[in-house]
C-alpha cells in the first residue's frame, strides 16, 4: 500500500475513535444531549 494511503488509513481510523470517544464523554457529562447522528463523510474525508 502506497504510504500515503497508509498514513491516511490511520488517521482516518483515529479520528472516528476519538470523535466517538469524545461525544461519549460530553454525553456523559451532560454537555451533549444524545441524537441520532446522520450518515455523512469522516472529517478526514
Do not use: W
Not at 500500500?1 to 451532560?30: H, P, S, W
Amino acid at each position: 500500500m502506497d504510504k500515503y494511503a497508509e498514513t491516511y488509513c490511520d488517521v482516518d481510523d483515529f479520528c472516528e475513535l476519538f470523535i466517538e470517544q469524545r461525544q461519549r464523554t460530553l454525553v456523559e457529562n451532560g454537555k451533549l444531549k444524545r441524537h441520532r447522528m446522520d450518515c455523512k463523510l469522516s472529517p478526514a474525508e
